[in-house]
């Protein structure tokens, strides 16, 4: 199996049609049939359901089309890295981010950097925290801004100062501009999923057990909730900009809950100048 047959397969599983692939691959049909059957025989295993005018691909073919797209993005992530080592510091810069700190604290640092290295550019995956451990321990994004806990013995971190959770609400939710904890008891909360057994520990202490509505791994689907007035978003500050066109207000929490962030990477796996770069800007 090699790069030129992983890009016919995925050429084939995004076209449905071997036709339609070899013309956007610029090759005639038998050759990339031929190539599609060999890579089948290879991996002992068949890629795709054939039907009368269109083919879909089976369970495995599904797994070679997710790993695929993820093989084909770390050898381009080390084209550019050994390219760097002729060229001075250029590239791509490839960071996993949160939603949180990809919104508000991420374009901060970006702005500072792309000003002392204009030759680097960058692509940015956000998502939770699991995600971007995910694409770290796979080489396709080479830092990450995830919150804890995540494990210390395999990655390297620079943590971040603490930050507040707030309660994002509708305008006009409540009459002042903070609220006590237990203003929370009964009240419908949304929650990322990462942030519940926080809560749910300092909501047992104020004498109470939290009504939580929603959970997800992600923040934006909370805040927009929210915003619908369906219950009560309970985010990190740092979130308080994701919805700019929302009705949305935000209020502090007394006492307050703290949330901690980290700038991470993979241990014992040599970073690429720009990102060795970037990451002095945290320290």
């Given at each position: 199996m090699d790069l030129r047959q992983l890009k016919y397969f995925l050429a084939v599983a995004e076209e449905g049609q071997i036709t339609k692939a070899a013309k956007r691959l610029n090759i005639t049909q038998p050759p990339l049939s031929q190539q599609i059957i060999l890579l089948e025989k290879e991996l002992g295993l068949q890629l795709f359901?054939?039907?009368?005018?269109?083919?879909?691909?089976?369970?495995?073919?599904?797994?070679?089309?997710?790993?695929?797209?993820?093989?084909?993005?770390?050898?381009?992530?080390?084209?550019?890295?050994?390219?760097?080592?002729?060229?001075?510091?250029?590239?791509?810069?490839?960071?996993?981010?949160?939603?949180?700190?990809?919104?508000?604290l991420l374009p901060d640092y970006i702005k500072k950097f792309h000003q002392c290295y204009p030759k680097v550019t960058f692509n940015v995956r956000q998502g939770e925290t699991q995600k971007i451990l995910e694409l770290l321990n796979l080489g396709i994004?080479?830092?990450g801004l995830v919150r804890f806990p995540f494990d210390n013995k395999r990655y390297n971190s620079i943590i971040m100062p603490e930050e507040s959770m707030v309660v994002a609400a509708?305008?006009?939710?409540?009459?002042?501009?903070?609220?006590?904890?237990?203003?929370?008891?009964?009240?419908?909360?949304?929650?990322?999923q990462r942030h519940v057994?926080?809560?749910?520990?300092?909501?047992?202490?104020?004498?109470?057990?939290?009504?939580?509505?929603?959970?997800?791994?992600?923040?934006?689907?909370?805040?927009?909730?929210?915003?619908?007035?369906?219950?009560?978003a309970i985010v990190p500050e740092s979130a308080i900009n994701l919805l700019p066109l929302s009705s949305l207000t935000f209020y502090q929490l007394t006492p307050s809950i703290k949330t901690t962030s980290a700038v991470i990477w993979v241990k014992k796996r040599p970073l690429s100048a720009a990102a060795a770069r970037f990451i002095t800007l945290f320290e």
């Open positions: 359901e054939r039907g009368k005018d269109h083919i879909r691909l089976t369970e495995a073919g599904s797994i070679l089309q997710r790993r695929s797209h993820q093989i084909i993005e770390i050898i381009t992530t080390t084209v550019t890295e050994l390219q760097e080592t002729t060229t001075g510091i250029s590239g791509k810069l490839t960071i996993g981010t949160i939603t949180s700190s990809g919104g508000s994004v080479e830092i509708t305008a006009n939710k409540f009459n002042s501009s903070s609220l006590e904890l237990n203003q929370l008891a009964e009240q419908p909360l949304l929650v990322h057994p926080l809560l749910v520990d300092h909501c047992r202490q104020a004498g109470f057990e939290p009504t939580i509505l929603c959970t997800s791994d992600d923040i934006s689907p909370l805040l927009i909730w929210a915003n619908l007035a369906i219950g009560l």
